[in-house]
């Protein structure tokens, strides 16, 4: 099933989400239909906050032939991307590390609108799967990216926060129209 995706303005986006505690069929459910909707949009990540539910649920699919992936490794082995997609996860924690990189994201909350953020290349995730089961996973590059721009969302936190102050003053006008047309 189709989901709305809340945009900008939308205050369900600024919620910090409170943990999952139930590994139940509605949280599957949900999880499936994040997943539906995100392809639509044609997007790599989705947050539950974003389809209005303020929980620490995150889907992401990153192609397996995205080449920015150079190093992966769950729970201490060596992985493809193609092992590991779809990955859908819960209350995750996330400690980056690395050289900081800048890189163009955009978001399906955030319309039209692309900016450089700045964010460590890699990082170490420690993720709860639907079915309970806690891995860890390390890894550069697209899904390193992807991993921190979802979990802000779980925080309340937008890219569009994390640009250069220049940056801000660019965009300032664009997302007043964005939060005005909600
Ligand atoms: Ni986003």
Redesign the pocket.
Known sequence: MLLEIAQYGNPVLKEKCRPIEHFDDALKSLADNMLETMYAAEGI?L?AP?VSVPVQLVVIDIPAEEESVSFLQVNGEDKKLEDIMPLMFVNPVLEPYGKMHPFHEG????HRIRASVIRPDYVKATLTLLDGTVITVDCNGLLARCLQ??CD?LNGI??VERVSSAQKITLKNKLKRLAAGY
């Open positions: 990540g947050a974003q978001c399906l909350s955030v721009h979802e969302h937008l890219f």
